[in-house]
């Protein structure tokens, strides 16, 4: 599984103009679902999603975590992380988690974040058109990568 998480001091999700997720300080995160992708991925992404310390410590450090800190997680299904880009001018998504795949685990990863998180964890809609709008905070950003295991 794959996740580009961003620090934000807010962000949203939006489905037809209606929000249907929003959060304060936290962490955004794009998640996408490869093939061989399982639920030993979801809960290795869930570690790291609460875990991966992206927040200054009174040093002005990062040393601190979503859990550390309390913040909220916003999570958006995106399939387009799994994109192929090495050639060509033109995505391939052969490595993308088919649909009703991708959609199992980030359902699962939604309710694993839900269960093991101290804030709020929203969550955008599979499969759907959605506009999301943040400030990210640093600008601060990272991709995160859980191997299928096959790979």
């Known amino acids: 599984m794959i996740a580009l998480i961003q620090r934000v001091t807010q962000a949203q999700v939006a489905v037809d103009s209606e929000v249907v997720g929003a959060i304060e300080q ?17 809960e290795r992404l869930s570690e790291r999603l609460l875990n991966y310390r992206i927040f200054a410590d009174q040093a002005g450090k990062m040393n601190l975590s979503v859990e550390d800190i309390r913040a909220d997680l916003l999570i958006v299904p ?16 052969s490595g993308s988690a088919p649909p009703e795949q991708g959609q199992e685990l980030f359902k699962k990863l939604c309710q694993t974040l839900r269960r093991r998180a101290s804030g709020s964890v929203a969550s955008g809609v599979f499969g759907a058109d959605m506009q999301v ?13 859980v191997p299928p295991a096959d790979d």
């Open 78 to 93: 995106q399939f387009t992380l799994a994109a192929d880009t090495r050639k060509g001018n033109r995505p391939s998504f």
């Open 133 to 145: 709008t943040l400030t990210n905070d640093g600008p601060v950003t990272f991709w995160l990568r």
């Open 26 to 42: 936290g962490v955004l995160a794009l998640v996408a679902a490869e093939k061989g992708d399982g639920t030993p991925q979801v």
